[in-house]
């Protein structure tokens, strides 16, 4: 079947604002039936609102495939901006009154585990004290976490500043941290000062891939300066990549602030790195469905507060 789009000037005063409400639902639940009980229509009242929505908006929204339904393009397009707009909806009619001491609920974090580790604890000791009902679940990131935000199944994550923002999401800083090259504190590099990037590029290296792409920066910048390095161990974990380096003469480049809490214990020393830039700006990241959530816009302000206490 061929659809022909066309632009059509639409007046608000003409739409039935109870549309919304039936189209969160449908392109929620993906089925008529459930969307209809979600919010307590019949079947038949639903596959109306159906009908209406696709007049509305000039596209078929779901199709039948096999023994259920999926979304069109357009539809799928609409989920984030259906999503904020119900919230904002919801937000209007909220009672306006939030004391952390009473939310009961569990929160789940995906993070890294430079961050949990540095991060965390502070946080945690926090919610004890002011939001004592309140649990987190620390939880791995992965290269679905835009799927596991838009469908709740992750509240709150954390992404580098330069990164690009999945549709629907919100950021805002958390901190500005900095890289640092990291080596035991006997390691022979470590006695001719600052390294350069011919000296950096002889080593052996560590490197910490979190989604398991292998791809980094400071490769990026050997290859145009003609180098390339050997890379020992490549790990998930920033903490199995200090401790490889605390006993091995391989080093490894990454948060200064998590590095700087594990130096003392494992003997390890930071230099300035030889990559540039060596710039960290790390950000807090949320669906826009959740912007009016005010436990979570709390955390985050937690979050922060211990950030500022954490990293120099």
Request: glycine share 6%.
């Amino acid at each position: 079947m061929v659809y022909i789009y066309h632009m059509r000037d639409v007046h608000l005063k003409s739409i039935d604002l109870n549309l919304l409400t039936a189209l969160g639902a449908l392109l929620a639940q993906r089925s008529v039936s459930r969307a209809a009980r979600e919010i307590g229509l019949s079947q038949p009242a639903m596959s109306r609102a159906l009908d209406r929505l696709r007049h509305l908006f000039g596209d078929e929204l779901m199709l039948r495939s096999g023994a259920g339904m999926v979304l069109t393009a357009r539809a799928e397009a609409l989920v984030p901006q259906v999503q904020e707009i119900l919230a904002d909806i919801r937000a209007l009619v909220a009672e306006p009154l939030f004391d952390p001491s009473t939310e009961r609920r569990t929160l789940r974090i995906a993070a890294v585990d430079s961050l949990t580790t540095l991060l965390f604890p502070g946080v945690m000791a926090r919610l004890l004290e002011e939001a004592p009902h309140v649990d987190l679940r620390a939880m791995p990131i992965g290269t679905d976490i835009a799927r596991r935000l838009q469908s709740g199944d992750v509240d709150l994550t954390f992404a580098l500043a330069n990164y690009p923002l999945a549709a629907g999401t919100h950021s805002e800083m958390l901190m500005d941290d900095r890289l640092a090259l990291i080596m035991r504190r006997d390691h022979p590099a470590a006695r001719n000062g600052p390294l350069s990037l011919g000296a950096y590029a002889a080593l052996t290296h560590v490197t910490v891939s979190v989604f398991g792409d292998g791809s980094t920066e400071a490769d990026a910048v050997l290859a145009a300066a003609g180098l390339e390095r050997r890379i020992g161990l490549t790990t998930p974990h920033f903490t199995s990549a200090l401790m490889a380096v605390a006993r091995t003469d391989m080093v490894t480049m990454l948060s200064r602030a998590f590095a700087r809490q594990f130096a003392p214990a494992f003997g390890l020393i930071l230099l300035e790195p030889p990559i540039r830039p060596t710039a960290l700006p790390v950000t807090m990241v949320w669906h826009a469905s959740r912007k009016h959530d005010r436990l979570l816009a709390w955390l985050r302000d937690v979050f922060r507060q211990v950030a500022a206490e954490t990293v120099e």
